[in-house]
């Protein structure tokens, strides 16, 4: 056995977890230090830093057969660390201004972290499942921490009780494809596939679970809910980091366990769900006043856009998720932060978008990043967002599913009008009454400066002339 | 050469930081206004340096790596014969723009320069760009700084007509987006070494054909977007909207600059690309553009702002040149074509002149004024210029574009009817009619409100701006050629190899099993028709 080279293979999971162990003890020791938070980012730099070196080597199992590395799953734990990276960054003065800065939530932040590691790279069910719920009991944990709150103990309570229930579906799922295939793990599962109903309905369960974990339509109920009532900080991380573990997941799952058998359609069940979710989440979002649920909606229907790419089944389709993700990733942390910091000023409930009337002017680097993280996420060129719609919407055309493709770009040009609807505040409207806003500091701003930076970078990146990030999404 | 398109291209862009690190308002203003300058002063060798007899074969190109080794997607800027001219008339209302928003900005001046000028890299990208995916992305690019403009700087509806503008304009783009991805993997399956391509040089060839039922749909997936960009009646009632609450500068703009990404479209793309279609759909889309000739024309003339009424006679005048290249002849082609510029230096101009007279009476409504001829002499004759020149009169623009675009529709094969032609003659008299009336209801009749006894004539800045305009107005007017030269061996290139096209698409479909619908709707069965065709092309 090579034990250092699994040691290795999981290398960004163990640093994570090793520090996620030291901030506990860091606040055992010496309650609320500052240290907690450089042990964090320190951690995650490094984590991340050993994410990108694996970037483009082939995809290789390890752990006998547990896990696996390389190639997509590499590409997965660059989106979760550098998700994550992210919104530890912007915490720290999110929560100190909201008086919740424990260091128990960036332990936290790192045990899930591990998690989502783990689950990007199952490659059997178990490392699947061990991963799930590590990262899942821990966002759960997360979305109870403003505890006063009733708004608070409602969102945790639901996302508990009825994350608990979608485990079982999955654990159900699970069960039955170990009853019908005899093992566990993932390839073996897809060479033992049959047309069987044992295993068609493990197959289904276990879709169900992934469904709910990304909060498709008809399993979104949580979403809303959970996201308004957690720290807006770590909604961003809850709405993408773990998003993009699950979908990575999803893609190793869907591309070698599920081959096509007789009688599984999945591609045409994701399509079908891709559709409601597209149309579903964007139409509620037009309607929301409360910017933090507008936006749990509008990532309602960003996890539609990722499963029309997962319903292509191509390797094209596939990648085209995973750049998705990234950008996914990149520009919603981005929109979180800008919100985060207008919580952050005091005297009025800025998660209100009638709140934000004319601040567009007074803080004008953060209203233009707001502008260009929302012109992202709407999809148009020449930023991130664009880019990803295209790969997906591209993948589902050259497979043949053109129609698929037309409910998208409709769906996302629907979807134009909640996202401009907040500028139209932030700049088309005057400000109700003279309010201080606070400066943030210079992390705070810097972050979302690399934030808004990587968003034009790799809208523009495509028809630049040296190699892009799409050619280091590889192995399936 | 190449560099200097390019540094064209994103000078205006690289202005952007220079405009946000002036200190007080004039230096904001004077650099705006010196990158602009220095951006029509950068272009004109590429005019000058053109090859007229090789018009039909981009210049000047640029050619990006690609993205992948099987993905043809890449940076491709260059200028032919389609695109030189409407590529100078954006460079060369730049500075026209900034200088009419001297006085007339009263708050946010960096962010209005900064969005006029990203809004001039977006429109010379949109021209120059021939990779249909580069040209996609600037085309909606220059959503972004209009939305702003019309929204920040607007009048008092502007939020509503912002969003309209924006989202209606969004949904046509994005169903040409499924047809260009559609369009790219097919290519890509013809073209050796790749698997998607959406470079126009191989798009337009004759070695790449659509077969006919993907021709129709993607036609009018196509046309949809570009149709509500022109705007072509009935696409057109985000227009009026946006151009009466948008500032003088953003309806200038979108009237020189930006609407004629629509008609630019249509020749760009749709025609080589779905060459059957364009010519089955020609009669349907030019009874459209008829309709709304007369449609625009009559709207115009009952309007009570002369604003309104200005961008009604858009809707007008643009039906004549969707008219022009739907005809499909050298003659009316050409015609589309210098209209486009016409409408850029006429409509520009009498909204630039409608912008100087709100700015000092506030007010832009017909009956406020009257007999103010009296108390401006020189604001009269530059009115009265442009008024002529959107109007069509001989010597001037105008009447270059409506006439060879009537001339070639009269004689069109396409349109095979002379119906069309007589009728959107018709509009050349309405424009007469609502024009002429407008100007006199303005400048002449007795000067009787006292507000209009205080009016002031034209300062040197206002008449320096707009004396370029006219200039051109006379020069295309009085000696076209000069201007028709670019683009006509292109056309007539470009309309023959269509035609051999259609008929090879054509021949190809004898042998395939179509639907019912396909076969009758392109007469894939009337040998006839295709060669009295080839007659006409020779």
């Not at chain 2, 036609?219 to 960009?229: E, G, M, R, S, V």
Request: glycine residues 8%.
């Amino acid at each position: 056995m090579d034990y250092l080279g699994d040691l290795q293979a999981f290398l960004p999971g163990i640093i994570t977890a090793v520090a996620g162990l030291a901030v506990i003890t860091i606040e055992a020791l010496k309650s609320g230090h500052k240290s907690a938070y450089w042990v964090t980012s320190f951690s995650l730099i490094v984590a991340l830093f050993f994410g990108i070196q694996s970037l483009g080597t082939p995809l290789q199992e390890a752990f006998s057969g547990m896990l696996v590395h390389g190639g997509i799953a590499a590409f997965g734990n660059v989106i979760i660390l550098l998700g994550t990276l992210f919104c530890v960054f912007l915490s720290n003065d999110y929560l100190e201004s909201i008086d919740h800065n424990y260091n128990e939530v960036y332990g936290m932040i790192l045990f899930a972290t591990s998690g989502m590691i783990c689950l990007a790279g199952a490659n059997d069910l178990i490392s699947l499942f061990l991963g799930l719920e590590t990262m899942s009991i821990c966002l759960y944990v997360m979305a109870g921490l403003i505890k006063n709150e009733k708004q608070g103990a409602e969102g945790a309570l639901k996302y508990f009780l009825l994350g608990a229930f979608s485990t079982g579906f999955l654990l159900y799922g699970a069960a039955l494809l170990y009853g019908a295939t005899g093992t566990t793990s993932i390839p073996g599962i897809g060479a033992a596939a049959s047309s069987d109903l044992l295993f068609l309905a493990g197959a289904a369960l276990l879709l169900i679970g992934f469904l709910f974990k990304v909060s498709a339509v008809p399993f979104h109920m949580w979403t809303p809910d959970v996201y308004q009532a957690t720290p807006t900080t770590l909604t961003a991380y809850m709405a993408t980091a773990s998003k993009a573990a699950t979908f990575m997941a999803m893609i190793l799952v869907l591309s070698r366990a599920l081959p096509s058998v007789e009688g599984l359609d999945w591609q045409a069940v994701l399509s079908v769900v891709a559709i409601i979710t597209m149309i579903f989440g964007n139409i509620i979002a037009l309607v929301q006043d409360n910017i933090k649920r507008m936006l749990a909606y509008s990532s309602i229907a960003h996890a539609g856009y990722a499963l029309v790419g997962l319903s292509a089944a191509t390797p094209e389709g596939y990648s085209a998720v995973a750049f998705y993700l990234f950008a996914y990733t990149i520009m919603n942390v981005g929109a979180f932060g800008v919100v985060a910091y207008y919580e952050r000023n005091k005297g009025l409930d800025f998660s209100d978008v009638n709140n934000l009337a004319g601040l567009g002017f007074k803080k004008p680097m953060m209203g233009v990043m707001m502008s260009l993280f929302l012109f992202s996420l709407a999809g148009i060129p020449p930023f991130v967002g664009f880019v990803g719609k295209y790969y997906v919407f591209a993948a589902a055309i050259n497979a043949n599913m053109v129609p698929l493709a037309i409910v998208g770009v409709l769906a996302s040009a629907a979807s134009v009008y909640y996202y401009l609807r907040v500028m139209v505040y932030l700049y088309f409207r005057e400000a109700h009454k003279e309010t201080e806003m606070i400066d943030p500091s210079f992390l705070y701003k810097g972050a979302l400066v690399i934030l808004a930076l990587l968003t034009v970078y790799y809208g523009i990146e495509p028809i630049l002339p040296f190699g892009g990030l799409m050619e280091l999404i590889t192995g399936f | 050469m190449e560099t200097l398109l390019n540094i064209t291209i994103y000078l205006p862009l690289l202005g952007i930081p220079l405009i946000l690190l002036s200190k007080n308002e004039n230096m904001k203003k004077w650099s705006a206004l010196l990158v602009t300058s220095a951006t029509f002063l950068i272009s004109l060798p590429l005019m000058f340096n053109f090859d007229v007899v090789n018009s039909g074969a981009a210049q000047y190109l640029t050619e990006g790596g690609r993205i992948s080794s099987t993905l043809d997607i890449k940076y491709l800027v260059g200028l032919d014969g389609l695109s030189l001219l409407l590529f100078m008339l954006t460079t060369f209302m730049g500075p026209i723009v900034i200088i009419s928003s001297w006085n007339s900005v009263a708050k946010h001046l960096s962010g209005y320069l900064a969005m006029l000028l990203l809004l001039q890299t977006a429109s010379l990208g949109v021209f120059a760009s021939l990779d249909l995916l580069v040209f996609y992305v600037f085309f909606e690019l220059s959503l972004i700084p209009m939305y702003f403009l019309i929204g920040i700087w607007g009048g008092s509806d502007r939020i509503r007509a912002t969003l309209k503008f924006f989202i209606y304009t969004l949904v046509g783009s994005l169903i040409m987006l499924v047809g260009l991805i559609y369009v790219g993997y097919d290519a890509g399956s013809v073209m050796s070494g790749v698997n998607f391509t959406l470079d126009w040089r191989f798009l337009s060839s004759d070695i790449y054909q659509i077969g006919l039922v993907e021709q129709t749909y993607l036609f009018l997936a196509f046309a949809l977007a570009f149709c509500i960009k022109v705007p072509l009646f009935p696409f057109h009632t985000w227009l009026p909207y946006a151009h009466t609450e948008a500032p003088t500068a953003g309806s200038v703009v979108l009237a020189a600059i930006m609407l004629k990404m629509g008609t630019y479209g249509l020749i760009r793309v749709c025609l080589p690309l779905f060459p059957n279609a364009f010519m089955e759909f020609a009669p349907y889309m030019a009874t459209l553009a008829v309709i709304g000739i007369i449609y625009g024309a009559l709207v115009a003339m009952v309007q009570k702002d002369v604003k309104k009424l200005v961008a009604y006679s858009s809707v007008s005048h643009l039906g004549f040149v969707v008219l022009g290249i739907f005809a499909l002849n050298t003659v009316a082609v050409q015609g589309a074509i210098i209209q486009m510029v016409n409408h850029g230096l006429s409509t520009g101009a009498l909204f630039l002149i409608v912008g100087m007279i709100y700015d000092r009476r506030h007010t832009r409504m017909i009956k406020d004024f009257g007999g103010i001829a009296k108390k401006m002499p020189i604001f009269t004759v530059m009115f009265m210029i442009a008024t002529l020149a959107s109007i069509g009169l001989p010597g001037l623009n105008g009447f270059v574009g409506e006439f060879l675009i009537l001339n070639g529709s009269f004689f069109s094969e396409l349109y095979d009817n002379k119906v069309f032609a007589i009728l959107a003659a018709s509009g050349v008299i309405l424009a007469a009619v609502y024009m002429l009336w407008m100007f006199q209801r303005v400048m002449f009749g007795p000067l009787e409100n006292e507000e209009n006894k205080k009016l002031v004539d034209l300062n040197a800045r206002e008449i320096g701006l707009l004396v370029p305009l006219v200039i051109f107005m006379f020069w295309i007017g009085i000696h076209p050629v000069n201007f028709t030269k670019y683009s006509e061996n292109q056309v007539t290139e470009l309309i023959i190899t269509s035609k051999e096209k259609s008929l090879a698409v054509l021949e190809t479909s004898k042998t395939e099993d179509l639907p019912e619908w396909a076969n009758s709707f392109y007469g894939v069965d009337e040998e006839t028709e295709s060669e009295s065709l080839m007659v006409s092309t020779k």
